[in-house]
């Protein structure tokens, strides 16, 4: 079966770890800087699966300090924080900590240096409008809010039973948070498809 397949019946197996590193290796041999793969090995090495915190985040900055460059692994990090949020935390203070400020450095800096046309680049902004917002950072939530499309099939709206209401929610609060602390916004539309697609567009006044 394809590696990457393996991955995901490796977690769901419970490969041993010697086991399921011995089929990582096979994986980095071939495709070190698919990001796909990398996502789906981040899962088996986190809490609610056969891992821990510190061996998914270990994995996951592992993976960004290799990322080559205009590689999306340096947003790793990013994905291992977002995996062991607690269930409920909506204090800003938690976002704005060392490790979530860090992680989400290297998420920017990813986007910044990946290319345009890679598959895997809406799915890391969609997560990074998550923390931006959750970090009260609006102007940066913005400023990814601008390069998404509008299909929202990415985490974490995906996790909401609604994930176009999740992603219209989280939308709203960026541009009202960019609007009150100074920010100009001439024109903004969102249609909410039942296709799980949010269109919106913002005019100009958001600095990029």
């Known amino acids: 079966m394809p590696y990457i397949v393996e991955l995901s019946v490796a977690r769901g197996l419970t490969y041993p770890q010697p086991e399921f590193e011995q089929l990582w290796l096979k994986i980095l041999d071939r495709a070190p ?5 990398h996502l789906a090995a981040l ?3 986190c809490e609610k699966w056969h891992g821990s915190r510190e061996l998914a ?6 993976a960004a300090a290799r990322a080559p460059q205009g590689s999306l692994l340096a947003a790793m990090p990013l994905f291992a924080v977002f ?3 607690p269930e409920v935390n909506l204090v800003s203070s938690f976002y704005q900590s060392e ?3 860090k992680a989400i450095h290297g ?3 990813a986007v910044h ?3 345009p046309d890679d598959p895997m680049l809406a799915h890391v902004r969609h997560l990074l409008v998550f923390f931006l917002v959750r970090a009260e950072r609006w102007s940066e939530a913005m400023n990814q809010l601008i390069h998404i499309d509008g299909h929202v099939g990415a985490l974490p709206w995906t996790l909401s039973p609604d994930p176009a209401a999740e992603f219209a929610v989280y939308r709203a609060l960026a541009v009202a948070g960019y609007e009150a602390n100074g920010g100009v916004r001439r024109a903004c539309r969102t249609d909410v498809s039942p296709g799980c697609a949010v269109r919106g567009s913002c005019g100009e006044g958001v600095v990029r």
Request: glycine share 4%; aromatic share 16%; net charge negative.
């Open 83 to 85: 995996e062991h949020l």
């Open 99 to 101: 490790v979530v400020e």
């Open 43 to 45: 899962h088996y090495w």
């Open 113 to 115: 240096a990946a290319r």
């Open 33 to 37: 800087a698919h990001m796909g793969a």
């Open 107 to 109: 998420a920017l800096f």
């Open 57 to 62: 985040n270990s994995f996951a900055e592992a």
